[in-house]
């Protein structure tokens, strides 16, 4: 096991592969996936992609909560302009990077607290802790989803010490920000994704 898990962290994917991104709940179970293009993997970084129209799949089986469904069930595919979404090996959090408009004007940065991701044979795995940073192009930082984190605990879905990590993790990140510190590269606003990409879509019924 551990050999096979070190060759799993050893491994790299090449610009433009696509892979799946899974979400996965405390039990094993994958309940949201989507197929992502890599972008960058090098050792300090992994950047992937939601491309525009990516589609989404919602196994059965999900976690037993209010209503049993990912945030995100009832959606086919991703609307809008595509999001890029950076991540470091160990964090507890990714950079998602939006835009909009016609243009595609950069919208801001949104620090979406997770499980540090883990790589898999076919992508990799995490799980969104649902708190989050929102960093605008004109404007202070702010939480969001602060009450729905304690919604989600007391539903079953996270446990007390998730929704801890995730306010730590928060937290943390508040700090560099309130100091002007950003760890990601702020070139990545202007980034466009490869015209020659292919759309995604998933390689396993």
């Known amino acids: 096991m551990a050999d096979r898990l070190g060759r799993l962290a050893s491994m790299r994917w090449r610009a433009g592969e696509v892979i799946l991104r899974r979400e996965v709940l405390?039990?094993?179970?994958?309940?949201?996936?989507?197929?992502?293009?890599?972008?960058?993997?090098?050792?300090?970084?992994?950047?992937?992609?939601?491309?525009?129209?990516?589609?989404?799949?919602?196994?059965?089986?999900?976690w037993p909560t209010a209503d049993g469904r990912h945030p995100w069930a009832g959606e086919e595919r991703w609307h809008g302009h595509g999001a890029l979404m950076l991540q470091r090996p160990e964090e507890a959090h990714a950079i998602w990077v939006f835009w909009q408009g016609p243009q595609r004007e950069f919208h801001?940065?949104?620090?979406?607290?997770?499980?540090?991701?883990?790589?898999?044979?076919?992508?990799?795995?995490?799980?969104?802790?649902?708190?989050?940073?929102?960093?605008?192009?004109?404007?202070?930082?702010?939480?969001?989803?602060?009450?729905?984190?304690?919604?989600?605990?007391?539903e079953g879905r996270f446990t007390a010490e998730q929704a801890a990590v995730a306010h730590a993790e928060g937290r943390r990140v508040a700090v560099e920000l309130d100091a002007g510190h950003r760890w990601w590269d702020e070139a990545w606003a202007a980034w466009k994704p490869d015209s020659t990409w292919p759309m995604p879509t998933f390689s396993e019924p």
């Open 26 to 62: 405390n039990d094993g179970r994958s309940w949201c996936e989507v197929p992502v293009i890599v972008v960058r993997d090098d050792p300090d970084l992994l950047a992937t992609y939601i491309a525009t129209g990516a589609p989404f799949r919602f196994p059965r089986g999900q």
């Open 108 to 154: 801001g940065w949104y620090v979406n607290l997770q499980e540090p991701f883990r790589r898999t044979v076919n992508g990799y795995d995490t799980q969104d802790l649902e708190l989050d940073l929102w960093v605008p192009v004109d404007g202070p930082w702010k939480w969001k989803d602060e009450q729905l984190l304690e919604q989600r605990v007391r």
